[in-house]
């Protein structure tokens, strides 16, 4: 490969907000009037973990990234609902001690929830729940059914009684139909006792080797504000994506540690090498098949119609465990399913060091109810 010489002359941080497509909109959300006394800002790496273990439940879990930042800072799961089958049984495999229902969620009910729940307070209720009506990737389209699961949500509400609400989706969700759908959201959560704050952030910011952009929605019982964590690298410091996974380029497919990935045709590997960083394979998958940058974060990762990111270096698409060491998954958290169907889990995951760093910004403020519930208005 030989890059051009434009290319040469792009600095990491150019190359860096080059990859960019949110700052903007993250920016106004900051100082606007719907974070108005909602937000704050915590600095995550001062906080203490050690103490008490809270409980998290998680909606929509998918595979577990939401889950599994909460779970490094000390949180418990009780309870995952996923109606993909292979993201349900990864989520069993991982995280033994959670009831896991593998459903549909408008086929849950309050009863079944309750049974799982028992008497243990929910302190975090986990929800990265559906986005393809909200995302530039998809058609966008507001009418999307599955663009009000959302209501799912909020008809558990009475039954989990959580003291916060974490939410995740694409930055999208904030100007989709004129912004109309977002709104919506707000008032509904706002009526079931639960405003919210939003705030757009980037998962580079966060010691995850990859541009991944999402709306982050907290909200609580209490009245108080919603702790978000402040960025913990700035645009410089950003972790490379060659070096995340440069350990794994020469390693042969190893399913067992779903180091898998797609077995192409000669003439494939021929076209690959011709294809520069920032590139794709296809005119017709932008967003796929795309030669990675080396020395800077990942493109966002996903999955699309079997195809990946091209390794920064290598005549391949990455493999599934390149692609989970870009979401920030550990190597010992095992995918279930077939190789095209843990590009699809992978794909959708939250990154998980973006799910720790907000996991550890909300322990100050629920240390602080848990020791002085009095303090807080109910």
């Given at each position: 490969m ?11 941080v150019?190359?860096?907000r080059?990859?960019k ?7 106004q959300l900051?100082g606007?009037f ?5 937000v ?5 790496t ?8 809270y409980?998290?439940v ?7 990234g939401?889950t599994l930042?909460f779970?490094?800072?000390n ?12 993201a349900?049984?990864?989520f ?14 408008r086929?849950?009910?309050k009863?079944?929830?309750?049974e ?6 929910i ?11 909200f995302?530039?990737?998809g ?7 599955r663009n ?12 989990i009684?959580p003291?916060?609400?974490v ?5 999208g969700i904030?100007?989709i139909?004129d912004g ?6 707000l ?8 405003p919210?704050g939003v705030?757009?952030?980037e998962a580079?910011d966060?010691?995850?080797p990859?541009?991944r952009?999402?709306s982050v929605f ?7 504000k ?7 690298l ?10 995340a996974?440069a350990?794994?380029?020469?390693e042969?497919r190893?399913?067992?540690i ?14 690959i ?7 794709s394979?296809y005119?017709s998958?932008?967003d796929a098949?795309?030669r ?6 990942s493109?966002a ?10 390794h920064?270096?290598l005549n391949?698409c990455i ?6 060491r870009l979401q920030?998954?550990p190597?010992?958290?095992?995918f279930e ?10 794909g959708?995951?939250?990154p998980?060091n ?5 996991a ?16 807080v208005?109910?």
């Amino acid at each position: 490969m030989s890059k051009g010489t434009s290319e040469q002359k792009m600095s990491k941080v150019e190359r860096v907000r080059s990859m960019k497509k949110y700052s903007q909109k993250a920016e106004q959300l900051q100082g606007s009037f719907t974070n108005l006394n909602k937000v704050k800002w915590v600095d995550s790496t001062e906080v203490d973990t050690s103490g008490k273990q809270y409980n998290v439940v998680d909606l929509f879990s998918g595979a577990g990234g939401l889950t599994l930042g909460f779970d490094q800072a000390n949180y418990s799961s009780v309870m995952g609902v996923e109606q993909d089958e292979d993201a349900a049984a990864t989520f069993e495999r991982n995280f033994d001690e959670a009831e896991q229902l593998n459903k549909d969620i408008r086929d849950v009910t309050k009863e079944e929830v309750k049974e799982i729940i028992g008497d243990k307070t929910i302190h975090v209720l986990l929800a990265g729940f559906p986005c393809p009506g909200f995302s530039i990737a998809g058609e966008r389209d507001p009418e999307d059914e599955r663009n009000f699961l959302y209501q799912e949500i909020i008809r558990l509400l009475d039954v989990i009684d959580p003291w916060f609400l974490v939410m995740e989706n694409v930055p999208g969700i904030t100007t989709i139909d004129d912004g109309k759908a977002f709104q919506c959201i707000l008032e509904d959560f706002e009526e079931a006792g639960y405003p919210l704050g939003v705030q757009i952030l980037e998962a580079a910011d966060y010691e995850v080797p990859q541009i991944r952009t999402r709306s982050v929605f907290i909200g609580n019982k209490f009245g108080v504000k919603n702790p978000y964590p402040k960025p913990v690298l700035d645009e410089e410091n950003y972790l490379a994506c060659d070096e995340a996974i440069a350990d794994l380029k020469d390693e042969p497919r190893n399913p067992e540690i779903n180091h898998e990935w797609t077995n192409h045709r000669e003439d494939t590997i021929e076209r690959i090498a011709e294809v520069e960083p920032g590139e794709s394979l296809y005119d017709s998958y932008k967003d796929a098949w795309k030669r990675q940058y080396p020395g800077v974060p990942s493109m966002a990762i996903k999955e699309n119609h079997g195809g990946v990111h091209i390794h920064p270096e290598l005549n391949r698409c990455i493999s599934s465990r390149e692609m989970a060491r870009l979401q920030s998954f550990p190597d010992d958290f095992k995918f279930e399913g077939r190789m095209k169907r843990t590009f699809v889990q992978i794909g959708n995951a939250v990154p998980v060091n973006l799910a720790n760093h907000v996991a550890k910004a909300l322990r100050p403020t629920l240390d602080e109810i848990q020791e002085n519930p009095d303090a807080v208005n109910q």
